[in-house]
């Protein structure tokens, strides 16, 4: 045995070569064929954010840009105000009410979307397969014109003298226009408006495979049309509205268009502070901070959501 | 005890309007097996939705034990469904799929719990209570569905081709075990199937249905041997369907000839028949071979071929009017061979149509 394993040797050691660089070849191609992936995350995604946190720890340039001095004063400034005469801190709300509002429009924004978009999405699954695609080409419709153009008509719709304030009138419902117009109402109507595709489509990706006879099912088993909601339907399309809820929460906190025009730059969002250290605030490392800020907040929220999520999962079994 | 009482139900409206299932009338015995049996489109499946409310008929009732359900909605009737793809709830476990319809019903948890025990063994699932539904193969979502049919002590059970999806083998296996499972809960099941075979093996009862009519109703030996019209006589076995002459009635016997040969007697559904030209149904075991020259003969024919299936030989002769029928022998006779047929007059039906 031992004299027949010594005869094979030299050829199980050109195996093993043999295998070791072919092994070696399989990671360099794999490496290779990652490179654009790696290239597009660090280009686009942390070099951004890496200089985004490095201007966040300078000081403000007077005419914009940044002055190479250490300094944590834009996160300071974000929840202080320093006395320009004798550098006491003393506590600011401003800042967090704007955050604040963000967030309350966020989640209305995310509420009234998945208040709207779940009935469409699940009248779309419910649809004979071959008419699917033509109502989620409806659905995907206004997404070839621009954000911006569909807010202006957005605004041309609920200004005083816009078609909504003239048809109540007409209809004899109001004397006088309301003021719609630079409201959190009309920015909340954007938001929903804006972000409403981004409910629908993945609450239809959870339900496009979705047994109807489950229905049955439940019914058959004692359910009532509610209890078959609550205990088929939702936990079914769950991962659909968990997606959903992300994809309207975390750009509806960031718009930035939408409140600039419908709420008239009065009412701002966190969007609209930080695009205005940029410009005529000319605080760029308040901004940069801002930005991280808003960042964390939706990571650390998002982590937390994850995770009450899968012990939820666990605890159903 | 489920009566259906002149049942119609329509789908659509107005002229393009189809009837699926045209004045049915039936009873169902309590505690029997009993079965729908019919072709695609017969209207069987819609029978049993009716009964399990899924659809409401467009006229006529249904009663249960005495009271009328057919209004009322799924959740309101005694009455649980094993679906043709099972349509276990993929997010629960077996035991939660199992304990279902009495988490529904709002009974106390400690009773959910010995129920799905209960059914977890009664099923042989007892190992697998905590998995998930996907994790199943075809045969054990099969006995997940029934045991989450049966937890609730439904009145009825209703079961929608629930065998069609499963192998050969294991549909033999589940026909005794469904069989048990009516036996040892003593549940009225009411199963809907298009194989002849399933509807014979297990069936206290079996109503053939065909075009939403119900065609015959009757116990699977008299469905087999005393089939009442030519539909029946069609889809269950291989009947042979032969014309001959009416020449007149004797009681309640039928006077036949088959090509102008000798009178006999023969069993009729129906004394009505106008003298003629009738349809004669002959099973191809009732069947007796002699030879042509034999005075005794019945039929002629010529032996075209046989099959061996095992427990015998089926030859296919030609008639001499040209007619095949398929004869059951354990000799066949080679192929071009004149023989004689005498049959089984006991055997021999007259159809009614």
């Known amino acids: 045995m031992g004299q027949g394993m010594q005869q094979t040797s030299p050829t199980a050691q050109n195996l093993q070569q043999a295998v070791a660089a072919r092994s070696r070849t399989v990671r360099r191609v794999r490496l290779f064929l990652l490179l654009p992936a790696l290239v597009i995350i660090g280009v686009f995604g942390l070099a951004p954010l890496s200089i985004a946190l490095v201007y966040s720890l300078l000081e403000p340039g007077t005419y914009g840009g940044v002055e190479w001095v250490f300094s944590t004063d834009a996160y300071v400034q974000f929840l202080f105000e320093r006395d320009i005469f004798d550098d006491t801190l003393s ?227 | 005890m489920i009566n259906v009482r002149e049942v119609t139900k329509r789908f659509g409206i107005g002229a393009s309007a189809v009837t699926a299932l045209e004045t049915v009338s039936l009873d169902v015995p309590e505690g029997s097996f009993f079965t729908l049996l019919g072709p695609s489109g017969c209207g069987k499946t819609t029978l049993l939705r009716l009964i399990a409310g899924f659809e409401l008929p467009s006229e006529g009732e249904i009663a249960l034990d005495g009271q009328e359900i057919g209004h009322l909605p799924p959740h309101k009737r005694p009455v649980n469904t094993v679906f043709q793809n099972y349509a276990l709830f993929p997010h629960m476990t077996v035991a939660r799929n199992i304990g279902f319809g009495l988490e529904m019903l709002n009974r106390p948890k400690a009773e959910i719990a010995s129920a799905i025990d209960d059914m977890l063994n009664l099923v042989q699932m007892g ?49 005794s075990e469904l069989k048990r499972l009516q036996s040892e809960t003593g549940i009225t099941f009411v199963f809907v199937t298009h194989d002849q075979g399933e509807a014979l093996a297990m069936s206290d009862q079996i109503a053939v249905m065909s075009a939403g009519r119900v065609q015959q109703v009757g116990t699977p030996q008299q469905i087999y041997t005393a089939p009442q019209s030519r539909f029946v006589a069609d889809f269950i076995g291989d009947t042979n369907i032969v014309a001959a002459d009416l020449l007149g009635y004797d009681g309640a016997q039928a006077r036949i000839s088959f090509f102008g040969g000798e009178p006999l007697l023969a069993n009729a559904a129906s004394d009505g028949l106008p003298p003629g030209v009738v349809y004669v149904a002959l099973r191809p075991e009732t069947l007796t071979v002699c030879a042509a020259s034999n005075a005794a003969a019945v039929l002629r024919g010529t032996v075209l071929d046989s099959s061996y299936f095992g427990a015998g030989s089926q030859m296919r002769v030609r008639l001499q009017n040209g007619t095949e029928i398929q004869v059951q022998v354990a000799e066949p006779s080679p192929a071009g061979s004149e023989i004689g047929l005498i049959p089984d007059t006991s055997m021999l039906h007259v159809l009614a149509d």
């Open chain 1, 91 to 317: 506590f600011n709300s401003a800042y967090l009410q704007i955050f604040g509002r963000s967030f309350g429009l966020a989640l209305c924004a995310m509420i009234g979307n998945l208040i709207l978009g779940f009935p469409v999405a699940y009248f779309i699954a419910a649809r004979p397969p071959e008419q699917r695609n033509l109502w989620l080409f409806a659905i995907t419709l206004p997404f070839w014109t621009n954000l911006l153009i569909r807010t202006y008509s957005m605004l041309l719709i609920v200004r005083d003298e816009g078609f909504l304030n003239l048809a109540l009138m007409q209809l004899g419902l109001i004397s006088a226009p309301i003021e719609m117009l630079y409201t959190d109402g009309a920015v909340l109507a954007g938001l929903v408006y804006s972000y409403l595709p981004f409910m629908i489509l993945p609450i239809y990706a959870s339900l496009e495979k979705f047994d109807f006879s489950l229905l049955e099912a439940g019914h058959d088993l004692y359910a009532s049309r509610v209890q078959v909601f609550r205990h088929i339907v939702i936990p079914i399309s769950r991962p659909g509205i968990v997606a959903g809820c992300a994809l309207v929460l975390i750009p509806a906190l960031g718009a930035y268009i939408t409140p600039e025009l419908l709420g008239g730059g009065k009412k701002l969002m966190i969007g609209n502070l930080i695009a205005m250290q940029f410009g005529s605030g000319r605080n760029w490392p308040f901004g940069s901070a801002a930005a991280l800020i808003l960042m964390s907040v939706v990571l650390i929220a998002l982590l937390v959501s994850l995770r009450a999520g899968a012990e939820k999962e666990k605890a159903h079994g």
């Open chain 2, 127 to 175: 190992e697998f209570a905590a998995r998930r539904v996907d994790q199943l193969s075809g045969g054990q979502q099969q006995r997940v569905a029934l045991a989450r049919a049966l937890a609730p002590r439904p009145k009825v059970l209703l079961l929608d081709e629930p065998l069609s999806a499963l192998d050969l083998k294991l549909r033999k296996g589940m026909q």
